[in-house]
């Protein structure tokens, strides 16, 4: 064999030496880099999901809030959120919480929700995920109750002659959550807030409340659920978006239910 044919056949096995290294070291760090993204995406998955996915992330809570245009949902959110940093404050300083009803009334101004929002707040060290849902998603609205711990309804009781809409929603939603008890883990809580309370009437919010058989809808769900008492797993609150009135019984019931 001559000096040249030991000089290429030397070089050719150096060659597929380095090729089979490098081989091997490619699939190490493709094994390795591909566990590490398992691992961030699991963590990532287990950290962001909320409670309603199983996840780790405080055992956030997700409140689907639906209602009918101008029922005062945007408004409402607002104050809830105005409540639960007042609270946290609060605590902080060891003082009551009474004092969150004193606040001035919130006169700002809003627009009709597009699609869907979220608001995020934290009461009691309870992390919480409020997602409105436009009205004019009306249609859509079941495809949310999967991803969702707790719903929350708002109707404007203010307004007698614009009930229907509400009682039609209502009586639905009540039907659909039902049918699909036997699909989750634990039964949804559900809240139906009559808002706008503080310019409404007794009357107003006794014909809403009998027009729409609020109170029976809500046993019927409670023994459909398989619920001690009603109130552990539906309620009928007055409430006020403007002034806030009864935002902190709501968000203790949120609390004892979630």
Known sequence: ?????????????????????AATYNSISDGKRKGEENKRGVFKNKLFAG????????????????????AGKTLLLKNISRACEVHTLKKL?????????????????TVPTIGVENVNCTYDNLPVVFREVGSELSTMWP?????????????DVSNYTRIAGPATEI???????????????????????????????????????????????????????????????????????????NIMELLMWLKRVA
């Open 1 to 21: 064999m001559s000096a040249k044919e030991k000089f290429y056949g030397g070089l050719t096995r150096q060659t597929s030496n380095l090729i089979e290294k």
């Open 51 to 70: 409670s309603a996915g199983g996840g780790l992330f405080f055992n956030t809570k997700t409140i689907l809030v639906l209602g009918c245009v101008s």
């Open 93 to 109: 300083k060891k003082g009551g919480m009474s004092q969150v009803m004193s606040l001035p009334a919130l006169t700002i101004q």
């Open 143 to 155: 495809s949310y109750y999967e991803q969702s711990n707790t719903i929350f309804f708002v109707l």
């Open 171 to 245: 009586t639905t939603m009540f039907h659909l959550l039902k049918a699909a008890i036997a699909r989750w883990s634990k039964p949804k809580p559900v809240a139906i807030l009559l808002n706008k309370a503080d310019i409404a009437t007794v009357e107003d919010v006794e014909r809403v409340s009998t027009f729409l058989r609020l109170d029976e809808l809500c046993e019927d769900y409670a023994k459909a659920c398989g619920a001690a008492k009603t109130s552990d797993i539906a309620l009928v609150l007055e409430v006020s978006s403007c002034t806030g009135y």
